[in-house]
C-alpha cells in the first residue's frame, strides 16, 4: 500500500468516526438503526447522501447515565465466564462495554481472556465486535465509543495471509513456467544440433557422389581410349600379316 493509499484510509477512518458519533446522537429518531450500524457503507451514504438532515433537526440530545466504574476493592456482583462473555459478545456489546459492567481492568481482563483462549472471538456468522459502541457521558453529552481497531487489525491478517498464499501460488507457477522453459530450450538446441549434424553429412554425401560421377565420367574415357588402342593394334597386327 502506497503512502497516499494509507493516508487516504486514515481519512476514512476518521469520518466514518465521525459518522458514527453523529448517528449515535440520533438513535432515538432514526428508524432501523441497527442495521444501518452495521454496514459502514450505508452509513456513509445516509451522511452524504442528505438524508441525515432530515433527522438531525429533530433530535434531542439527552445526556446519559454515567458508566460505573468498579474499583479494585468493590466486590463484582457477577462472576465473568466465557459463556456470559460469549452471550454479550453475540449481543453485540464490545470489550469496554464488559469490562465497565463487570469490574474489570484491561490487563486482568486481558490475561483473562487468554486463559480461556478467547482472544480474537469471533460472533456467530463469522463477524467482530468491532463495530459495537457504548455510550459514555462527555460534558453531559452522549458518544460513540467504537472499538474498530481489533477488527481492522483481523482484517488486515487475513488479506495479508490470503496474498501470502496468492504470492505462493504464483511463484510455484512461475517456477513451472521457467523449468518448462528450460525444457523446451534444451530440446531446441538439441533438435538443432541434429539438424546440423544432419545438414553437414547429407553434404559430405553430396560431395561424394560429386566426386563419383566425376570418376565415372574419367573411367569412360579411359574405356573408349583403351578399346581404340586396341583397335589400332589389332589394325596394325593385320596390315603386318600381309
Avoid at 481489533?150 to 513456467?177: P, S, Y
Avoid at 559430405?204 to 589400332?232: D, P, S
Amino acid at each position: 500500500m502506497t503512502p497516499a493509499e494509507k493516508r487516504k484510509q486514515k481519512e476514512e477512518r476518521a469520518k466514518l468516526k465521525s459518522y458514527r458519533n453523529r448517528l449515535m446522537a440520533l438513535k432515538d429518531i432514526v428508524p432501523n438503526i441497527n442495521e444501518l450500524w452495521q454496514d459502514n457503507q450505508k452509513i456513509v451514504q445516509f451522511f452524504e447522501g442528505g438524508e441525515v438532515a432530515k433527522y438531525e433537526g429533530k433530535a434531542i440530545i439527552k445526556p446519559t447515565k454515567p458508566i460505573d466504574k468498579v474499583g479494585k476493592d468493590k466486590e463484582i456482583q457477577t462472576k465473568l465466564t466465557p459463556e456470559i462473555y460469549k452471550e454479550r459478545k453475540a449481543q453485540g456489546i464490545n470489550d469496554r462495554a464488559i469490562m465497565a459492567e463487570f469490574g474489570l481492568y484491561v490487563n486482568k481482563f486481558t490475561a483473562w481472556k487468554k486463559e480461556n483462549g478467547l482472544m480474537g472471538q469471533k460472533l456467530e456468522g463469522g463477524r467482530r465486535a468491532h463495530k459495537d459502541f457504548v455510550p459514555k457521558t462527555k460534558e453531559g453529552v452522549s458518544e460513540v465509543v467504537a472499538t474498530e481497531e481489533e477488527g481492522v487489525i483481523e482484517q488486515f491478517k487475513a488479506n495479508d495471509e490470503r496474498l501470502k498464499e496468492q504470492l505462493d501460488l504464483a511463484q510455484k507457477a512461475e517456477k513451472q513456467a521457467i523449468d518448462e522453459l528450460l525444457q523446451y530450450q534444451a530440446e531446441f538446441r538439441k533438435l538443432e544440433v541434429d539438424y546440423r549434424n544432419q545438414s553437414t553429412e547429407l553434404a559430405r554425401v553430396n560431395e561424394m557422389l560429386e566426386k563419383l560421377k566425376y570418376t565415372a565420367q574419367i573411367n569412360v574415357w579411359l574405356m573408349k581410349q583403351h578399346i581404340g588402342f586396341v583397335e589400332q593394334a589389332d589394325l596394325m597386327a593385320g596390315g603386318v600379316d600381309q
